[in-house]
């Protein structure tokens, strides 16, 4: 029998604030309470909040880990592991995003291939421009989830990444519409962006899965899809998560 080796999500999107993190914490949530080990990598450098959201320590983040895989310091990947719950664990983005143009994009590859096997699933965050670490995550991934808050300025950008993808015969990707970023927004419908992108929006998130306090759980380092009274008061937004987090699973099993 072979090694297990997770699978590879990458969370993304074609520009800031279309709830991108949220949306892989809330997955990272939902794999958890399917007892899975998840390991979130993040990547957003500039502004990665993965630390930020969860209340952890980012003391020994992605640039020190580099750093001691350049100076030959590196003996295991433990130390560099940040526990959140007992499945989910944490390499947190930069503690000074200063470091973020000393970051070497050849060591994404060697961090991945030291936590492959040890993870069910790794959730990559990334930021929304392609530089070269992104790229790489986006080619290391099996599959791609792209958070639209569909504007136009998404539309336009979106519609520009997706002919990339088309030119480099890459079909791994989904769609999800974040309605309960934009509440009290009127945005492109569903069917405005299948018309305009010609592709399929494959999954919802609904405006009633708005959260008016969502700063007080952030402040307290509180996943959505972990939290008793938002599992209970906003059910259809959880179950879309749910179905999100079991297709991607079932994929995998296909495609084994």
Do not use: C, W
């Amino acid at each position: 029998m072979g090694l297990k080796k997770a699978k590879v999500f990458t969370v993304t999107s074609v520009k800031g604030g279309t709830g991108k993190t949220t949306t892989l914490l809330n997955l990272a949530g939902i794999f958890s309470k399917m007892n899975k080990k998840i390991l979130i990598l993040d990547f957003d450098l500039y502004s990665g909040a993965i630390a930020l959201s969860l209340n952890i320590p980012n003391e020994q983040d992605i640039y020190q880990l580099m750093d001691d895989l350049n100076s030959n310091r590196f003996k295991m990947i433990d130390p560099y592991l940040v526990k959140y719950n007992e499945n989910i664990d944490v390499i947190p983005s930069l503690k000074d995003p200063r470091n973020a143009s000393k970051i070497n994009s050849k060591y994404i590859s060697v961090i991945l291939s030291k936590v492959i096997h040890r993870y069910d699933i790794i959730l990559i965050d990334t930021n929304y421009f392609l530089n070269d670490i992104t790229l790489i995550a986006l080619d290391a991934s099996d599959e791609i989830l792209y958070i639209l808050e569909g504007d136009p300025i998404d539309l336009k950008s979106m519609a520009t990444r997706l002919t990339i993808h088309k030119d480099m015969e890459k079909e791994n990707y989904k769609i999800i519409l974040n309605e309960a970023r934009t509440k009290d927004k009127e945005h492109f419908s569903k069917s405005d962006i299948k018309n305009v992108l010609k592709e399929n929006v494959d999954y919802v998130i609904p405006k009633h899965f708005y959260i008016k306090n969502i700063d007080k759980y952030m402040l307290d380092g509180i996943i959505l899809t972990l939290h008793k009274g938002i599992i209970n008061s906003h059910k259809k937004g959880i179950d879309i998560f749910k179905e999100i987090a079991n297709a991607l699973l079932k994929e995998k099993n296909d495609k084994k």
